[in-house]
T-cell receptor, first 112, second 118 residues
Framework: DAGVTQSPTHLIKTRGQQVTLRCSPI?????VSWYQQVLGQGPQFIFQ???????GRGNFPDRFSARQFPNYSSELNVNALLLGDSALYLC???????????FGQGTRLTVV | AQKVTQAQTEISVVEKEDVTLDCVYE???????LFWYKQPPSGELVFLIR??????QNEISGRYSWNFQKSTSSFNFTITASQVVDSAVYFC???????????????FGKGTHLIIQP
């Protein structure tokens, strides 16, 4: 069975641009969460979606948004990119949310 | 607010030594989950264990063992007879709001970089 897949794996953007990251959960998993991991730190929670609805949101500005599709895949959008948005963005899927979360390999975003 | 502290930034040991990674957490909830993840250089977080707040039994899985003590709010991880392949960054994490399906996500510590030297 395929694990959590994220695309693209690497991305370079310019300040002020917009970016969309994609995540496909493990088959049968209905919950997708997004995390930002800055170098040398632990992942920080951004969003959780369950059954296509936002169920939780971390302390991130409104420039960050996400959605979940009927097939449970998800997109994370970041507008007006800042240098500080450079990070590894991780997607996790689980059955319901607080069960053990399985993570993808992440998207490495570099903002220049 | 919830908080996870991993005071050990980096640990270096020689292969076959035992090593313990410390994790201390803070939460106001009585129902919560604790996790350990391994992050190799590839970046993917690998799930190791989940423990709920009502289960204080220690757990052993092969060379890995976990010690959960609510009295000291600690959830420590021990690797016995360490191997070079154990080298990675290890994260402890906490999930609250169980009644809302963990909707606040996981709160991670800053991680412990474990280096196993041959």
């Amino acid at each position: 069975d395929a694990g959590v897949t994220q695309s693209p794996t690497h991305l370079i953007k310019t300040r002020g641009q917009q970016v969309t990251l994609r995540c496909s959960p493990i088959s049968g998993h209905k919950s997708v969460s997004w995390y930002q991991q800055v170098l040398g730190q632990g992942p920080q929670f951004i969003f959780q979606y369950y059954e296509k609805e936002e169920r939780g949101r971390g302390n991130f500005p409104d420039r960050f948004s996400a959605r979940q599709f009927p097939n449970y895949s998800s997109e994370l959008n970041v507008n007006a990119l800042l240098l500080g948005d450079s990070a590894l963005y991780l997607c996790a899927s689980s059955w319901t949310g607080y069960t053990e979360a399985f993570f993808g390999q992440g998207t490495r975003l570099t903002v220049v | 607010a919830q908080k996870v502290t991993q005071a050990q930034t980096e640990i270096s040991v020689v292969e076959k030594e035992d090593v313990t990674l410390d994790c201390v957490y803070e939460t106001r909830d009585t129902t919560y989950y604790l996790f350990w993840y391994k992050q190799p250089p590839s970046g993917e977080l690998v799930f190791l264990i989940r423990r709920n707040s009502f289960d204080e039994q220690n757990e052993i899985s092969g060379r890995y063992s976990w010690n959960f003590q609510k009295s000291t709010s600690s959830f420590n991880f021990t690797i016995t007879a360490s191997q070079v392949v154990d080298s990675a960054v290890y994260f402890c994490a906490l999930s609250e709001a169980v009644v809302r399906g963990g909707a606040d996500g996981l709160t991670f510590g800053k991680g412990t970089h474990l280096i196993i030297q041959p």
